[in-house]
T-cell receptor, first 114, second 111 residues
Framework: EPEVTQTPSHQVTQMGQEVILRCVPI?????FYWYRQILGQKVEFLVS????????KSEIFDDQFSVERPDGSNFTLKIRSTKLEDSAMYFC????????????FGQGTRLTVV | DAKTTQPNSMESNEEEPVHLPCNHS???????IHWYRQLPSQGPEYVIH???SNVNNRMASLAIAEDRKSSTLILHRATLRDAAVYYC????????????FGGGTRLMVKP
């Protein structure tokens, strides 16, 4: 069964450093998303991406965050200058269609900022 | 997205049916009812969705009240692998693609 894959599974970084989280969405999907989940809290939407541009973003997704689809397969989330409060599980998701379409999530990248 | 209310936790015995309730009294006519679940240390996983009629798939059934103000996710025979947090989410068709997760219901399955 096709799946969304994320790398790395765990990343430790120093505060102030830049990190790039990588995702390979399902190949025929057109809509891509990033969510995050701080330990013990709810899953929170960060951003959605379609047709090579951001279609929606939350208040969390400020100027420190950016997304890119550098080639036909990867979808990345960059955090420019990490803060302690960025420590969380980051989930990438993709879907074939918008609106009611089923979203497929990856296993997540655990980001620890020290 | 409109708000949903779910119990914080529920318990079930293995191999018995489980009924997970969700209240969504402010649902609008264009809101679809989605269920996702999150197994321990994993990403959310789609379970089922519906609009007005009851729905069945290989994972579960979704029973939707006639007034659509509530719904119930039914796992016909709970297994230990079904222990997860189950999220009921309302999603408007053709609106933004985002999913708004609440606290969900933590389902514990006893052997």
């Amino acid at each position: 069964e096709p799946e969304v894959t994320q790398t790395p599974s765990h990343q430790v970084t120093q505060m102030g450093q830049e990190v790039i989280l990588r995702c390979v969405p399902i190949s025929n999907h057109l809509y891509f998303y990033w969510y995050r989940q701080i330990l013990g809290q709810k899953v929170e939407f960060l951003v959605s991406f379609y047709n090579n541009e951001i279609s929606e973003k939350s208040e969390i997704f400020d100027d420190q965050f950016s997304v890119e689809r550098p080639d036909g397969s990867n979808f990345t989330l960059k955090i420019r200058s990490t803060k302690l409060e960025d420590s969380a599980m980051y989930f990438c998701a993709s879907s074939e269609s918008a609106g009611i379409g089923e979203a497929f999530f990856g296993q997540g990248t655990r980001l620890t900022v020290v | 997205d409109a708000k949903t209310t779910q119990p914080n936790s529920m318990e079930s015995n293995e191999e018995e049916p489980v009924h997970l309730p969700c209240n969504h009294s402010t649902i609008s006519g264009t809101d679809y009812i989605h269920w996702y679940r999150q197994l321990p240390s994993q990403g959310p996983e789609y379970v089922i969705h519906g609009l007005t009629s009851n729905v069945n798939n290989r994972m579960a059934s979704l029973a939707i009240a006639e007034d659509r103000k509530s719904s119930t996710l039914i796992l016909h025979r709970a297994t230990l692998r079904d222990a997860a947090v189950y999220y009921c989410i309302l999603r408007e068709n053709n609106a933004g693609n985002m999913l708004t997760f609440g606290g969900g219901t933590r389902l514990m399955v006893k052997p």
